[in-house]
DNA sequence: AGTGCCGTAAGGTCAGACCATTGACTGTTA
DNA sequence: TAACAGTCAATGGTCTGACCTTACGGCACT
């Protein structure tokens, strides 16, 4: 990336390795992930072992694990066998990295909400094509939940999270997932008014849960399509005229 | 998140802040940036005041840095006035992440492909509607470089992804900018392959973006999906069978 | 068989030192 | 006066070596 629009005549004096020591271990590590030679699961050696095979202190070490560990390449435990561990499959980091993103840039709630729509209607075709009958048990299931929390009171815009993302598994692409995951995750919860609001709208939001779950299992594409466009466009509603 | 689905009684004994204190320094500094006490271009204090501030050692506050850099939220210049800066929101970390994910074969070329798709056309519908006099003249201009690159046998994927994220621009929403940008950046180019065949096919493709960029042009949303559909599903049958 | 203690391996932090880079300041020279 | 070169200070990059904290596993005791 930072190498591109170079000028001409810098293949001449290739550029001497000034980069940081810590960025070419970075580096070093990840090829060996990209190329199967470390496998999710797999422990990388410890830090003091690192330190003599890359003759470097242990501080330059530490600093490439803690960038390995913020791409989420790595999971870190303490404790004796503990160590580096290549994670297993998990899109949270990359999710929290979008909503990072989006939470810091000049984005109001309305783009937001409208990239949802977008995505979440966007992805409904392949729902109805592909969910599986567990996934529309698991839906109902939610559905479920969220109504015996709307009983007791205690509906939070989690439940409705939850029933979002697991609607979304059931395209059952995990890009799509990822993607929507991000867009229920932090990035929401940081919308204070709209989890406030939540108890509120619970009651007609579970119900309209419960009608995309009921279009899905009937196949019924259009229906699917038109409940889900109101249900955001409330939502649209209810968080663009706080969060300004 | 680490917070929820907790037992009952865990309210009586609250966990003793048994964090890593770079972490706690990297959340302290998000904060800051997300309530907008800090924007983009201000500079962080120098590493040995931030120490003093924190009241830790150097080497924490340098990886709670490492981790703030490595999340793309500020990149740091060495050398007198040099420091930690805060970023302008950049979508190639994102990018990055994606295409990390991607070769850990947590996610296949084919799925990314599938939510692209998704994505860029269901964007069309406001980019049809939104486009102004300004976004297609930019279109068309875009089209002519790459037709020009064509003929000069210099196409590259590059070129088609400027295309791609100034028709996406064109939707005047910068959180779909951004969602398409980061499937544009790092991730394909990480596919080799497809980069190496983007020669061979880039007269077809800068044919369709020409298409493309009249549909938009005469406001025809049913020739703008047509055109996309095939431009995407031709992408990833060219991606797919490599990466698989 | 169960319980609790303790050793050990691993990460987390600290303090202080030195090097490398860079931009600004200053002084010299044509 | 303008251009150049040398110096200096600020700042990140790295090293060393020490100590603390955590957690697993085995051992001794009950």
């Not at 797999?42 to 003091?48: G, I, M, N, Q």
């Not at 870190?76 to 949270?92: E, M, Q, R, Y």
């Not at 929290?96 to 000049?106: C, I, P, Q, R, Y």
């Not at 009651?203 to 009921?214: F, N, V, Y």
Request: hydrophobic share 40%; aromatic share 2%; charged share 25%.
């Amino acid at each position: 990336m930072a190498a591109t629009g170079r000028g001409e005549k810098d293949d001449l004096f290739s550029r001497v390795s000034t980069s940081r020591v810590s960025q070419v271990i970075v580096d070093q590590i990840k090829v060996l992930i990209r190329d199967g030679s470390l496998t999710p699961g797999d422990r990388l050696p410890s830090e003091r072992d690192l330190c003599q095979r890359f003759g470097v202190s242990r501080v330059t070490v530490r600093e490439a694990l803690r960038v390995l560990e913020a791409t989420g390449l790595v999971t870190i435990k303490v404790g004796a066998h503990g160590g580096a561990f290549l994670t297993a499959p998990s899109t949270d980091r990359v999710g929290e990295g979008l909503a990072d993103l989006l939470s810091m840039s000049v984005l109001t709630a309305g783009e937001v909400t409208e990239a949802r729509k977008i995505v979440e209607i966007g992805a409904l075709p392949l729902i109805v094509e592909r969910a599986t009958k567990d996934d529309i048990d698991a839906l109902f299931k939610l559905v479920e939940e969220g109504q015996h929390a709307v009983d007791e009171g205690e509906y939070t815009v989690d439940i409705s999270a939850r029933f979002h993302i697991r609607l979304a598994e059931c395209a059952h692409n995990t890009a799509l997932t990822m993607l929507i995951q991000s867009f229920h995750g932090p990035l929401l919860m940081s919308l204070r008014e709209a989890r406030e609001q939540a108890p509120i709208m619970g009651k007609r939001g579970t119900g309209e849960h419960r009608e995309l779950a009921e279009a899905i299992r009937n196949r019924d594409l259009a229906a699917a399509q038109r409940v889900m466009s109101e249900h955001i466009a409330r939502t649209a509603q209810r968080v663009s005229h706080e969060v300004e």
